[in-house]
Nanobody, 121 residues
């Protein structure tokens, strides 16, 4: 069993920065790939960023490349998403996910409850 708990969402202005955190707990959570998806109102959930279990491989959606950075503190089994230069289109509920491989996100079955990020103009 894997539990994922997100934190760090909030209301910010265009151009601001925000850092999301996701802590994974449970015996099965060790060395899982982890990452972030988001869902805006009326839209489907979309991939944002992912990182491999060892932290050496990262993946990003084109829409966030150069603005968002994913990292992990392996000892804490925690993943971070540093979001810079936020735009109104980044407004969404951000979900933390985890699975065996960062490149195979369609197979992920572990999800957090989500944290709201709102970017006001």
């Amino acid at each position: 069993q894997v539990q994922l708990v997100e934190s760090g969402g909030g209301l910010v202005r265009v151009g601001d920065s925000l850092r999301l955190s996701c802590a994974a707990t449970g015996r099965a959570s060790i060395n899982l790939a982890m990452g972030w998806f988001r869902q805006a109102p009326g839209k489907e959930r979309e991939f944002v960023a992912a990182i491999s279990g060892g932290g050496t491989g990262t993946y990003y959606a084109d829409s966030v490349k150069g603005r968002f950075t994913i990292s992990r503190a392996t000892a804490r089994n925690t993943v971070y998403l540093q979001m810079n230069n936020l735009k109104p289109e980044d407004t969404a509920v951000y979900y933390c996910g985890a699975g065996p491989r960062a490149a195979d996100r369609a197979s992920w079955k572990n999800w957090g409850q989500g944290t709201q990020v709102t970017v006001s103009s």
